[in-house]
């Protein structure tokens, strides 16, 4: 009696990608909602940075907090923080090279070596101004701190913070397949490795530096790949990817540019063929184990 084929429907992949740094400069409230309360971005940070001290607390619940008593404490500027406001403020956000273009090729690619690509973001941004670019619903799934709403969808409460030990939750969500935030109870469920819709040797992590270092280590330390990507022609910032695959944290590093043909494009498609042979590999070792 024949034994029994793995099935032929596609393996799952997983690029996941930091959004601040990794795939636009700077951070997305730096493009439109900073300039509208007339300080400089050094002094809104700096102002986040003294508020956690201040406070002892989690510096993206200070940043949050700090966005709403700021639209709240000046309505002469007009600043809004509805929903539809901060997806209007990120249509000013700048993104990296062949962004834009990089999800459909890279899904082709896969789709000719018989793989699903999908991709995933997970960030400390605010979910609805990354929900209001360009490149949102190429997504599966977007991670990132966002707001409680009023009916009026005036945001007055985090609900959910992101930050940079909390990001590694995400990675287990997408290895198990339980998505939703809420669902604590899933995610905590015991799942052989076989049985997990995304191992983590199929997946890649896309970062830009330290705060990204707990995803990028997780990854890379259960057999997926990390990529440290840094903004060209930029002091310093080669340097920190650099100093990243030194310590063991990446795998390795490319600039940000998400061009065909560029480094970075070459890199994903090399990592696309290296997943799709193992698979292979393991459809063959399972056939013959039968």
Excluded at 11 to 24: H, S
Excluded at 109 to 136: C, F, N, W
Excluded at 266 to 277: F, N, P, Q, S, Y
Aim: with cysteine; net charge positive; glycine share 6%.
């Amino acid at each position: 009696m024949k034994g029994k084929r793995m099935s032929r429907k596609k393996p799952r992949m997983a690029i996941c990608y930091d959004f601040d740094g990794t795939l636009a400069p700077g951070n997305m409230q730096e493009y439109d909602y900073i300039p509208r309360l007339k300080i400089t971005s050094q002094e809104f940070w700096d102002q986040v940075k003294q508020r956690a001290i201040e406070q002892q607390a989690d510096e993206i619940l200070s940043y949050m907090c700090l966005m709403l008593e700021k639209a709240n404490a000046d309505k002469s500027k007009g600043i809004q923080i509805t929903k539809k406001a901060f997806a209007d403020y990120a249509k000013k956000v700048t993104l990296y090279p062949g962004v834009e273009e990089w999800f459909s090729r890279i899904n082709e690619y896969g789709d000719q070596k018989g793989l699903k690509v999908e991709h995933y973001l997970i960030s400390s941004g605010i979910r609805e101004m990354i929900t209001g670019t360009s490149i949102a619903k190429e997504f599966t799934k977007i991670y990132a701190s966002s707001f409680m709403y009023d009916q009026n969808g005036v945001a007055y409460w985090p609900a959910l913070a992101v930050n940079y030990t909390t990001k590694t939750q995400f990675l287990f969500r997408i290895n198990k397949g339980y998505l939703d935030e809420w669902d604590n109870t899933g995610i905590n469920k015991y799942l052989e490795k076989s049985q997990r819709p995304i191992p983590f040797e199929r997946m890649v992590y896309i970062g830009d530096g330290y705060s990204d270092v707990p995803c990028m280590r997780l990854v890379k330390d259960q057999g997926g790949t990390s990529i440290a990507v840094y903004k060209p022609r930029t002091p310093g910032k080669r340097e920190i990817a650099m100093q990243l695959m030194a310590e063991g944290r990446v795998n390795m590093i490319a600039p940000a540019d998400y061009r065909a043909g560029k480094k970075l494009d070459v890199i994903m498609k090399g990592l696309i063929d290296k997943i799709a042979a193992e698979y292979r590999v393991l459809e063959l070792e399972q056939v013959s184990n039968c």
